[in-house]
T-cell receptor, first 111, second 115 residues
């Protein structure tokens, strides 16, 4: 199958750093996306990785290791508004295939 | 760019009734996707269109589900003889091109409750 695994829930303190991991099958891998989804709202795009390494975008960074089938999303200087679900999604094979989403990680930021 | 628009936002129906949802994608986007999401789960792919052509349907998609995109612009998703298991958020997303790197833009979804 095309299992994408993420932790179900995480809790972190305001101002801290949190790392959300995602693992996926490596066969046919062709890009990985991270989305943020607040309760009752649409998922919004955060980052895209297709090559190994770290992509930094403000307080958010995303890392990819293609050989290990592993990615993480790093959130720095956490704010209360970062409380949301974080979805890892993978494109397999070509641009003609739909994104496959993990179940999402629900992050709670506490004071 | 007004974003992806979905109507209605909420739909409550009785088991056995038919329902239809509408999605208006971002105007220059030629790809349109339907996903379904239940509480605590990620979006699950249902079907997608390139312009007016329906290119792929999930094997999980029951025959009671049908989608159209008649003029390559807006799309409708119809569910016939609804069942309680159809209760979910139905998300529409669009993208401009078919590159693997192309990100999806999602609408706010239609929340369906089947009583």
């Amino acid at each position: 199958g095309q299992n994408i695994d993420q932790p179900t829930e995480m809790t972190a303190t305001e101002g801290a750093i949190v790392q959300i991991n995602c693992t996926y099958q490596t066969s046919g891998f062709n890009g990985l996306f991270w989305y943020q989804q607040h309760a009752g709202e649409a998922p919004t795009f955060l980052s895209y990785n297709v090559l190994d390494g770290l992509e930094e975008k403000g307080r958010f960074s995303s890392f990819l290791s293609r050989s290990k089938g592993y990615s993480y999303l790093l959130l720095k200087e956490l704010q209360m508004k970062d409380s949301a679900s974080y979805l890892c999604a993978v494109r397999f094979y070509s641009g003609n295939t739909p994104l496959v989403f993990g179940k999402g990680t629900r992050l709670s930021v506490i004071a | 760019d007004t974003g992806v628009s979905q109507n209605p936002r909420h739909k409550i129906t009785k088991r056995g009734q038919n329902v239809t949802f509408r999605c208006d994608p971002i105007s220059e986007h030629n790809r349109l996707y339907w996903y379904r999401q239940t509480l605590g789960q990620g979006p699950e792919f249902l079907t997608y269109f390139q312009n007016e052509a329906q290119l792929e349907k999930s094997r999980l998609l029951s025959d009671r589900f049908s989608a159209e995109r008649p003029k390559g612009s807006f799309s409708t998703l119809e569910i016939q003889r609804t069942e309680q298991g159809d209760s979910a958020m139905y998300l529409c997303a669009s993208s401009r091109v078919q590159a693997a790197s192309e990100k999806l833009f999602f609408g706010s979804g239609t929340q369906l409750s089947v009583l």
